[in-house]
């Protein structure tokens, strides 16, 4: 089956600026849960949603948001872009989003700031 | 407050070195493990997984890690690198009935030939 699909995979925005990163789940998984990947600190959990409900949330600002369609696709947006967001942000699907069933990761989106 | 933490940032060894890496963690409750991997280029792939019951591990790749529960430690190890073990491990941690995991800042492994 099809793995964990975000797009696109590499984005260069301008400060100031916002953003839309897109992630297709495995079919069949119903939660997707986004995080952030810096070379410093890691995979930082940004939050998760399940069946179109934002389910859990990290401790990022609120110009991070998230939606869920009611096909499980997920979007990110960024709005007011800073260059410490540059980052790869990273999807990932499970079927019921507890981490016992376990998660597939996405290969990222890669986002330059500049 | 939960956390994991990898005190081994950068591991350089030569192939058919054995290899331990660390990871401790800090979490209230019952935890399940994980150790990812994410060859350079490639997605995160899940090594092994912790739940319950045995203790040591075996995951893909010869890899094996030790949950031992008195020292909040779960190490991961490998007998006997090769080059193509080349990539960056992370430890991580979740409650069985969350969905949210937290990740030590990871280990950079290189093996050269």
């Known amino acids: 089956k099809a793995g964990v699909t975000q797009t696109p995979r590499y984005l260069i925005k301008t400060r100031g600026q916002q953003v839309t990163l897109s992630c297709s789940p495995i079919?069949?998984?119903?939660?997707v849960s986004w995080y952030q990947q810096t070379p410093g600190q890691g995979l930082q959990f940004l939050f998760e949603?399940?069946?179109?409900?934002?389910?859990n949330k990290g401790n990022f600002p609120g110009r991070f948001s998230g939606r869920q369609f009611s096909n499980s696709r997920s979007e990110m947006n960024v709005s007011t872009l800073e260059l410490g967001d540059s980052a790869l942000y990273l999807c990932?699907?499970?079927?019921?989003?507890?981490?016992?069933?376990?998660?597939?990761f996405g290969s990222g989106t890669r986002l330059t700031v500049v | 407050a939960q956390s994991v933490s990898q005190h081994n940032h950068h591991v350089i060894l030569s192939e058919a070195a054995s290899l331990e890496l660390g990871c401790n963690y800090s979490?209230?409750?019952?935890?399940?493990l994980f150790w990812y991997v994410q060859y350079p280029g490639q997605h995160l792939q899940l090594l092994l997984k912790?739940?319950?019951?045995?203790?040591l591990v075996k995951g893909i790749k010869g890899f094996e890690a030790e949950f031992i529960k008195s020292k909040f430690s779960f190490n991961l190890r490998k007998p006997s690198v090769q080059w193509s073990d080349t990539a960056e491990y992370f430890c991580?941690?979740?409650?069985?009935?969350?969905?949210?995991?937290?990740f030590g800042t990871g280990t950079r492994l290189q093996v050269f030939p």
């Open positions: 979490y209230g409750g019952t935890v399940n």
């Open positions: 990932a699907s499970s079927s019921q989003g507890q981490t016992t069933y376990g998660y597939t």
């Open positions: 991580a941690a979740g409650g069985p009935n969350t969905d949210k995991l937290i």
């Open positions: 949603y399940f069946s179109e409900t934002q389910r």
């Open positions: 912790y739940f319950s019951g045995d203790p």
């Open positions: 079919s069949g998984h119903r939660s």
